[in-house]
């Protein structure tokens, strides 16, 4: 079944994450912003049916930056995935969709989702809208706002859900971070499974090879962002941080690079 292939690739590459850029994130990096614990903010995520993985939607694109709708839908994995969640491979996923005219997320992210959970298997889908993405006169810093939104399959309901301002600093940009996590990440699904490592340097090849300052952008801005989503099951740890605190709904930050 064409859900459960997909997934049985997703937990792979989620293991290869746990080395990656996800862990580089540090709660005590965000703005001191917080209004409940996350069984309270997001209690539809807790339960005895929280579910277990994530399926990407392509990001839907309102600015004038073409290229910014790739660069979110290949980064936005990582934090995912660093958070214990089964994620579906966004290459695979996006041939999919395409296969079953289903990668046009304006056509979904108000409408029934049910069928997603049918033919995927997917117990919850990640819409993003990237609203804004502004590079200062100066070209001194982009500053980009996303709106994180996560749904459930089985009841249609957003069980999360972030609007996410995010100001990336141009005075210098350390490229061989976001290299190293990529091809570490390669490495270690190359040790896994032959196949899905050849997968990853597709993915990876594609990513490099395009702006490596856009790429960061947008691969910072979603761990920021989703620090805070509730753990899934790869750790065993879902459900342990119900009484954690929950970021504020609206937040945002900036980070300077070296």
Not at 14 to 22: I, R
Not at 64 to 84: D, P
Not at 166 to 189: F, R
């Amino acid at each position: 079944m064409r859900g459960n292939k997909m997934l049985v690739l997703a937990a792979v590459m989620t293991l290869a994450a746990q080395l990656s850029f996800a862990d580089e994130v540090k709660a005590d990096a965000y703005p001191d912003t917080f209004v409940d614990t996350k069984l309270e903010a997001y209690s539809q995520m807790y339960g005895d049916k929280p579910g277990s993985n994530i399926l990407i939607m392509p990001p839907i694109n309102l600015t004038n930056e073409v290229e910014a709708k790739e660069y979110f839908y290949y980064t936005l994995n990582t934090q995912l995935a660093g958070s214990g969640w089964y994620v579906y491979p966004p290459i695979l996923a996006l041939r999919t969709l395409q296969e079953e005219s289903a990668d046009s997320s304006e056509l979904f992210v108000n409408a029934d989702i049910s069928k997603f959970g049918q033919i995927f298997g997917a117990d919850y889908l990640l819409f993003t809208t990237i609203e804004k993405w502004y590079k200062s006169s100066g070209k001194k810093n982009i500053t980009v706002t996303v709106l994180y939104n996560l749904r459930s399959t089985r009841t249609g309901k957003t069980v999360y859900e972030h609007e996410y301002t995010y100001a990336y600093d141009l005075s210098g940009t350390d490229k061989a971070m976001a290299k190293n996590m990529l091809n570490n990440s390669s490495s270690l699904l190359g040790l896994a499974i032959s196949g899905v490592a050849t997968l990853a340097t597709i993915t990876t090849t594609a990513i490099v090879t395009a702006s490596t300052q856009t790429m960061d952008v947008a691969r910072y801005c979603n761990a920021f962002a989703l620090f805070d989503i509730p753990a899934g099951p790869l750790f065993g740890t879902q459900g342990e941080d119900a009484d954690d605190v929950a970021s504020d709904y609206f937040g945002s930050y900036t980070t300077k690079t070296n």
